[in-house]
T-cell receptor, first 116, second 116 residues
């Protein structure tokens, strides 16, 4: 069974540009979450999608957005990139997105974004 | 506010030594879930264990063991007879029991280096 797949693995952009990252969850998983990992702030929750709807959102500016498609694949977009957006962006999936039901989050290897 | 503290930034041991990674959490919820993840250099977060707040039984899995103490809000992780392959960053995480969303609050991680 394939794990969570994130593309691309590495990305280099310049300030002001926008970027789109992609995440394919484990087959059968309908919940997809995104996390940002930086040396200074650690791992921070961005948002979570289930059945094409955003159910939860972290404390990030509106430049960070996402969406989920009918096949549960998800994309996140960052517009008007800033130097501080350089980070490892991790995607995680689970079946229903309900940790209360003994679910686990499975993570991908991430997309390393560098903003120059 | 919910918070996870991993006071040990980095630990270095020699192979075959036992090592304990500390995790202290804060939450107002009476029901919550605790996790440990391992992040090898590849970047992917690998799930190690999940513990429900109403289950204080300690767990052992091979060389890994976890000590959950609600009285001190701690969920410590011990590796017995460490190996070089155990070298990674380890994260402790806390989830909110809000019903229908996956959101983890991570500690800042402990980098474990095991030398041969």
């Amino acid at each position: 069974k394939a794990g969570v797949t994130q593309t691309p693995r590495y990305l280099i952009k310049t300030r002001g540009q926008q970027v789109t990252l992609s995440c394919s969850p484990i087959s059968g998983h309908r919940s997809v979450s995104w996390y940002q990992q930086t040396p200074g702030q650690g791992l921070q929750f961005l948002f979570e999608y289930f059945s094409e709807t955003q159910r939860n959102k972290g404390n990030f500016p509106g430049r960070f957005s996402g969406r989920q498609f009918s096949n549960s694949r998800s994309e996140m977009n960052v517009s008007t990139l800033e130097l501080g957006d350089s980070a490892l962006y991790l995607c995680a999936s689970s079946r229903q997105g309900q940790l209360a039901t003994n679910e686990k989050l499975f993570f991908g290897s991430g997309t390393q974004l560098s903003v120059l | 506010a919910q918070k996870v503290t991993q006071a040990q930034t980095e630990i270095s041991v020699v192979e075959k030594e036992d090592v304990t990674l500390d995790c202290v959490y804060e939450t107002r919820d009476t029901t919550y879930y605790l996790f440990w993840y391992k992040q090898p250099p590849s970047g992917e977060l690998v799930f190690l264990i999940r513990r429900n707040s109403f289950d204080e039984q300690n767990e052992i899995s091979g060389r890994y063991s976890w000590n959950f103490q609600k009285s001190t809000s701690s969920f410590n992780f011990t590796i017995t007879a460490s190996q070089v392959v155990d070298s990674a960053v380890y994260f402790c995480a806390l989830s909110e029991a809000r019903g229908n969303t996956d959101k983890l609050i991570f500690g800042t991680g402990t980098r474990l280096q095991v030398f041969p």
